[in-house]
């Protein structure tokens, strides 16, 4: 059975870093990809940052030089290391994981941190 479960969200002033983290228990695929999503309140779901089996990353855009997708394959754990916050950051954070990187064939879900980011 897999679990995937969310970790390190709060609230953190403007300019600040928070490090989330989500525990992949149970899962053991060779070839995968894992993500993180957010959804801010009154929005949609977006994508944040993906890694596949191969170390390949993808970053959406307002994101990009702040955020940093990495893996612990030993420990089953993925990261996301949030850097210079900002308010638009402000979101419930998810993990997922599936066989390929687009939201829609991500195959399991955490149940969400929320990060909250005061201007």
């Known amino acids: 059975q897999v679990q995937l479960l969310e970790s390190g969200g709060g609230s953190v002033q403007a300019g600040g870093s928070l490090r989330l983290s989500c525990a992949l228990n149970g899962y053991t695929y060779v070839y995968y990809c894992l993500g993180w999503f957010r959804q801010a309140p009154g929005k949609e779901r977006e994508g944040v940052a993906t890694i596949d089996s191969d170390g390949n990353t993808n970053y959406t855009g307002s994101v990009k030089g702040r955020f940093t997708i990495s893996q612990d394959n030993a420990k089953k754990t993925l990261f996301l290391q949030m850097d210079s916050l900002e308010a638009e950051d402000t979101a419930m954070y998810y993990c997922?994981?599936?066989?390929?990187?687009?939201?829609?064939?991500?195959?399991?879900w955490g149940k969400g941190t929320l990060v909250t980011i005061a201007s």
């Open positions: 997922a994981a599936g066989e390929y990187c687009p939201e829609s064939e991500m195959d399991y």
